[in-house]
């Protein structure tokens, strides 16, 4: 898969609300107390907001209102994210040859892809609108877009825009409950990919992935449509259940293509949460500089699904370029106890 590399990645999200004040907003609710000892314990400090319930309380809206309300801000947020990362990446709307968007969060046909006239793209321009999936659709978006600029020779954008701040429920708060009103916060982010040229220098060549299902644990992690938008089931348990298969997919896929674990420069993990982070980062040993900026992206913004690992994988790329030949790691999970695995390569 490596006629393909990443060129631009780009990460944005809604203002940021302090979770203190957010604390503060349920604190009367039955289940306030958990809410407010849940964020005290999460390492999160602020996140992102497209609906701020400190300023309109969505938690009493209908599930249409939640999607159409989402759909607007999703696209409003996506278009901005879009533009700067063709800017970045010094291309023209023209240009592009794919469209691709992945949400969980916002369901609509069309939906993200009608951002394509907006942004200038071509009117012959393909459009393939991927979701849901969760936390993990970064990984698998970026791969298929990889093999689409492989076989066509153009440049290709992937949107990932989740919103969760549309979806908040109504109380009472359980102990899950509260860690996902915690947990999730609002992002998009946006990838370019170019066919690689020989001899032609920059960004990241996409190498090739790894996908593991651990269907046991299926019922861990899941998200569904709801009376009141998205409805998120979030068992203890999964930090575990990451923690003991992330490994798998990593092995295999640098065992396919002869890198040694110890030569990988550094790991882009999905930050889905504290727990995770610690768990994955005992079970793995990863490096410092890898699991610090990971937990810096959860402390600022929170989980922002799919765009998350996206921001690591920027941050990590912006302060720590990955040199020609050296081989970068992108690790996400999701719904279905289902981790994906990405290697990359300095071009």
């Known amino acids: 898969m490596s006629e393909a590399r990443i060129v631009a990645v780009t990460f944005r999200t809604p ?6 004040e957010f604390a503060n907003l349920v604190a ?10 849940v964020i005290r314990n999460s390492a999160i400090t602020t996140k992102g907001t497209a609906v701020n319930a400190l300023l309109e309380d969505p938690r009493r809206w209908t599930t249409r209102r939640r999607m159409d309300r989402s759909l607007t801000e999703a696209r409003r947020l996506g278009r901005s994210t879009v533009t700067a990362a063709l800017a970045e990446a010094g291309l023209h709307p023209e240009d592009v040859g794919l469209f691709a968007t992945v949400t969980t969060t916002t ?3 069309p939906g993200l892809d009608a951002l394509a006239p907006e942004l ?3 009117p012959d321009v393909e459009t393939l609108s991927l979701g849901p999936m969760g936390c993990y659709a970064a990984v698998p978006a970026v791969s298929a877009c990889a093999h689409w600029v492989a076989v066509k020779r153009r440049p290709a954008v992937l949107l990932a825009v989740d919103l969760f701040s549309p979806h908040v429920q109504p109380p009472p708060y359980d ?9 999730f916060g609002d992002g998009a982010a946006a990838v370019v990919l170019l066919p690689r040229e020989a001899g032609e220098p920059g960004g990241v060549e996409v190498v090739d992935s790894e996908q593991l299902t651990a269907p046991a644990h299926a019922d861990d992690l899941q998200v569904h449509m709801g009376d009141n938008g998205l409805r998120i089931r979030l068992k203890p348990s999964m930090p575990d259940v990451v923690a003991g298969s992330v490994a798998i997919p990593a092995r295999a896929l640098l065992a396919r293509h002869g890198v040694r674990w110890s030569d990988v420069a550094w790991w882009a993990v999905h930050p889905g949460g504290r727990r995770i982070l610690d768990r994955v980062d005992e079970a793995l040993g990863l490096p410092e500089r890898s699991m610090a900026t990971a937990r810096e992206v959860m402390r600022e913004y929170g989980n922002t699904a799919a765009p998350a690992v996206l921001a690591v994988l920027r941050r990590l790329q912006t302060t720590r370029p990955l040199a020609a030949g050296e081989h970068g790691v992108v690790l996400a999970c999701g719904p279905g106890a289902t981790v994906w695995a990405l290697l990359l390569r300095g071009a």
């Open 15 to 20: 203002p940021l609300v302090k979770m203190e």
């Open 28 to 37: 009367a609710d039955p289940g306030g107390d958990t809410v407010a000892q």
């Open 107 to 109: 369901h609509s046909a």
């Open 120 to 122: 200038g793209l071509r």
């Open 175 to 183: 102990k899950e409950q509260a860690v996902v009103l915690t947990l």
